[in-house]
């Protein structure tokens, strides 16, 4: 898989260099599978992204620099920290990780390892780009940057050796909910009467599914199997040690920038797909010509104009309410395209944007304060914003359909966004059918 590196990579002077820069080597190498690439190496934290054009895709390995907070952190320190050492690097040098759907709550215990956020600068990438690949090693300056001969042998211990287990055997032992449907009966019917006293316009209320198995999950398995099923959706991985794994396939960009460039979704109001073309298509016209998910569509819309008219010079929408159809739901999806103004940066965008009507409600400082009250369980990154961030770009998606892995515990998350007018029955039905991506995985396994 790997040449050798040529004696052409410039020559590391420390004298020369700033504190916190990121020098890369890089090697061209044959197009392998990155999945088995991160499946066959025993080097912590993990990484793993699939844009949705799927043309594009990431993987990476171990850990350079890693900025981190575990209790209430400012993120705008963070991402000051991180924006000070990619601007002394080159645009290839990318920080990957993501956050809390709500860095105000306190962290439970399982979302321990990962924090209110965490990002991590990897040692190693490997990143496929249409049909070329490369592996790249990063390192900071001054101080440790390895020889050459030494690097050869590192990338010689990456090398891919072959293909690895692709399927795990049936052994699901059971599943818990929370809240039971009684509870979240009770729950709906408190957001309603909420709901009747204009506290807020809409409120998305979230459930957890646990599933455990008998034997210890081997998430790499279960990120190829979401991903052949899945279309039109981000792929992503966060496997920060070998005990906890974050990942899901979701189909909601928060936003990606390019230089001053930035495109962003507005996606509520859901419906399952059609058995065959003639059902799809008119379980598609229903979804847009239904009131109540119309309008909770347009509440998303209006709080994402809201926010663009603050972060851009001027910003244009690029369709009207569509449809995006994935494999098991289909969505009203809206885009928007903007000019960013002068020094807006990567905080800023994200603390404006997240989170949306879409996971939160609106207007959703209220939202999020009844969802802390309402929901049980800590979401953790769940609905949280997820991906990475370079020099001049940037992309986030909203960490939806999304699972954290534990050994031999799976726990997975839906929501439903609640208006005037939700049904309890109807809106567990939907989360149900938002979780078909798992449930119908591990009919299989």
Request: proline share 4%; glycine share 6%.
């Amino acid at each position: 898989m790997v040449s050798k590196l040529r004696e052409s990579v410039p020559a590391f002077h420390p004298e020369n260099e700033s504190p916190e820069k990121i020098r890369q080597f890089i090697q061209p190498v044959e197009p392998i599978d990155a999945i088995n690439w991160l499946q066959n190496i025993d080097l912590y934290p993990k990484f793993f992204w699939k844009d949705r054009s799927r043309s594009n895709e990431w993987a990476a390995l171990g850990c350079a620099r890693e900025i981190s907070a575990l209790q209430h952190p400012d993120f705008f320190d963070a991402f000051g920290k991180m924006q000070s050492i990619l601007d002394a690097s080159g645009n290839g040098v990318r920080f990957w990780g993501g956050m809390r759907f709500d860095a105000g709550t306190t962290v439970a215990l399982e979302w321990q390892n990962a924090g209110v956020y965490r990002f991590v600068l990897p040692q190693f990438e490997l990143r496929k780009e249409g049909n070329s690949a490369a592996l790249i090693y990063n390192y900071i300056t001054p101080g440790n940057c390895s020889k050459i001969e030494d690097i050869n042998t590192t990338f010689s211990r990456l090398e891919y050796r072959g293909h690895l287990a692709k399927t795990i055997q049936n052994n699901l032992l059971q599943r818990q909910d929370e809240p039971l449907f009684e509870d979240w009966e009770k729950i709906l019917n408190r957001s309603l009467a909420y709901l009747a006293d204009h506290r807020f316009r809409k409120i998305v209320l979230a459930r957890r599914s646990s599933f455990y198995f008998r034997h210890k999950i081997d998430p790499f398995i279960i990120l190829r199997m979401m991903q052949s099923r899945n279309t039109n959706s981000f792929c992503f991985l966060f496997q920060l040690d070998r005990n906890f794994t974050f990942l899901g396939v979701t189909p909601e960009e928060l936003y990606s920038r390019s230089g001053r460039r930035i495109l962003c979704d507005a996606i509520a109001g859901t419906a399952l797909r059609g058995s065959g073309d003639e059902e799809d298509d008119r379980l598609g016209r229903e979804l847009l010509g239904s009131e109540k998910d119309m309008r909770e569509h347009r509440w998303v819309v209006q709080a994402l104009e809201a926010c663009l008219n603050n972060l851009c010079v001027h910003w244009n929408m690029l369709n009207e309410e569509t449809l995006l159809k994935l494999t098991y739901v289909q969505h009203i999806i809206t885009r928007f395209r903007g000019s960013l103004k002068e020094n807006i940066t990567d905080a800023e965008i994200i603390r404006e944007m997240h989170p949306t009507p879409a996971v939160a409600g609106f207007p959703k400082e209220d939202a999020i304060q009844y969802i802390s009250r309402l929901e049980k369980f800590d979401r953790g990154w769940y609905a949280g914003p997820v991906g990475w961030l370079s020099g001049n770009e940037a992309q986030f998606a909203v960490a939806l359909r999304s699972a954290l892995i534990d050994q031999k515990k799976l726990i997975t998350y839906a929501g439903a966004g609640i208006v005037t007018g939700s049904h309890p029955a109807r809106e567990w039905q939907e989360m149900e059918n938002k979780l078909l991506n798992y449930t119908r995985l591990f009919e299989n396994l």
